[in-house]
């Protein structure tokens, strides 16, 4: 079965004291949807996965130890294994650290750092190869939108940072559509365009690795979504889940969001 995951991309925000805050008001929500009436054996919550600044991953970690189903990544990984890259952050730290994930392609990754789908490509080695599950972010800006060629930008994103790996490597990895438009702008894609893009990554994914590694995929919608849209959002048979961006910094926002998928 296809995992469902509400994931919070917490970017360059926070003071420590706010994110352990943030964190302790999460975990009491998320406790109390467990342990409300639509709290069912089957039909457990959806995974959350938190990817706070690096900085405060092992604390957040501490802070959801033993917890089930809430996961720590980090926002970025460099593509080499280790050496003279001052400042920079491998996979190996980040999972020998206990974090789990790391989101690879974020769209500020590729516009502010210049990273290309070759360099992603290897992040995504890396971070496999260090038992880190890459969250592959795919989008496309507005004027690629308005021309409509943004089927075909999302196909060439995945096919040159993701579609060198094999079935079982897919298999491990999580990719989040994130149209550049709607990324803390305000502007949502509809229900409509969010489906028909999901659709047709997976039958991307289909024609590459075959039907079961398409319906197994985890595809996640991200780009201004929040606790009033993501209902709608949630509701499209190929939408698996969220990353969100502003609304994960807001307790409440976040847990409305994963009662959301949870209730969909
Ligand atoms: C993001 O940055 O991945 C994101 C989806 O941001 P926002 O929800 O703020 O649009």
Same mark, same amino acid.
């Given at each position: 079965?296809?995992?469902?995951i509400?994931?919070?991309?917490?970017?360059m925000?926070?003071?420590?004291?706010?994110?352990?805050?943030?964190?302790?008001?999460?975990?009491v929500?998320?406790?109390a !949807?467990?342990g409300s009436?639509?709290?069912? =054996?089957d039909? *457990?919550?959806? /995974?959350?996965?938190?990817?706070?600044?690096? @900085?405060?991953?092992t604390?957040i970690?501490?802070?959801?130890?033993?917890?089930?189903?809430?996961?720590?990544?980090?926002?970025?990984?460099h593509?080499?294994?280790?050496?003279?890259y001052?400042?920079e952050?491998?996979?190996?730290?980040?999972?020998?650290?206990?974090?789990?994930?790391?989101?690879?392609?974020?769209s500020?990754?590729?516009?502010?750092?210049?990273?290309?789908?070759?360099?992603?490509?290897?992040?995504?080695?890396?971070?496999l190869?260090?038992? !880190?599950?890459p969250v592959?972010?795919?989008? =496309?800006?507005? *004027?690629?939108? /308005?021309?409509?060629?943004h089927?075909?930008? @999302?196909?060439?994103?995945?096919?040159?940072?993701?579609?060198?790996?094999?079935?079982?490597?897919?298999?491990?990895?999580?990719?989040?559509?994130?149209?550049v438009?709607?990324i803390?702008?305000?502007?949502?894609?509809s229900?409509?365009?969010?489906?028909?893009?999901h659709?047709?990554?997976?039958?991307?994914?289909?024609?590459t690795?075959?039907?079961?590694?398409?319906e197994?995929?985890?595809?996640l919608?991200?780009?201004s979504?929040n606790?009033?849209?993501?209902?709608?959002?949630?509701?499209?048979?190929?939408?698996?889940?969220?990353l969100?961006?502003?609304?994960?910094?807001?307790?409440?926002?976040?847990?409305?969001?994963?009662?959301s998928?949870?209730t969909?």
């Amino acid at each position: 079965m296809r995992k469902r995951i509400v994931a919070g991309n917490w970017k360059m925000n926070l003071s420590l004291d706010e994110a352990m805050a943030l964190a302790n008001e999460l975990k009491v929500k998320i406790d109390a !949807l467990r342990g409300s009436a639509v709290a069912e =054996e089957d039909n *457990p919550l959806p /995974e959350v996965v938190l990817f706070p600044p690096y @900085v405060y991953i092992t604390r957040i970690l501490d802070m959801f130890s033993g917890y089930k189903g809430v996961w720590v990544g980090s926002q970025n990984c460099h593509h080499e294994e280790q050496g003279a890259y001052t400042g920079e952050v491998a996979s190996l730290m980040i999972r020998s650290a206990g974090a789990s994930h790391v989101i690879i392609g974020h769209s500020e990754r590729r516009s502010q750092f210049g990273e290309d789908d070759a360099l992603l490509a290897r992040k995504t080695k890396q971070a496999l190869k260090n038992g !880190l599950t890459p969250v592959f972010c795919c989008g =496309e800006m507005l *004027p690629e939108r /308005e021309a409509g060629t943004h089927f075909g930008v @999302v196909t060439e994103q995945l096919k040159n940072g993701l579609f060198w790996m094999d079935e079982s490597q897919l298999a491990k990895t999580v990719i989040a559509y994130e149209p550049v438009w709607a990324i803390g702008t305000g502007v949502t894609a509809s229900p409509d365009q969010a489906q028909e893009m999901h659709a047709h990554i997976r039958k991307l994914v289909a024609g590459t690795y075959g039907e079961p590694s398409a319906e197994n995929m985890t595809i996640l919608y991200g780009g201004s979504c929040n606790a009033k849209n993501a209902t709608d959002l949630f509701s499209q048979p190929d939408v698996d889940g969220g990353l969100i961006g502003g609304a994960s910094l807001k307790a409440d926002d976040f847990s409305r969001i994963i009662q959301s998928l949870w209730t969909t």
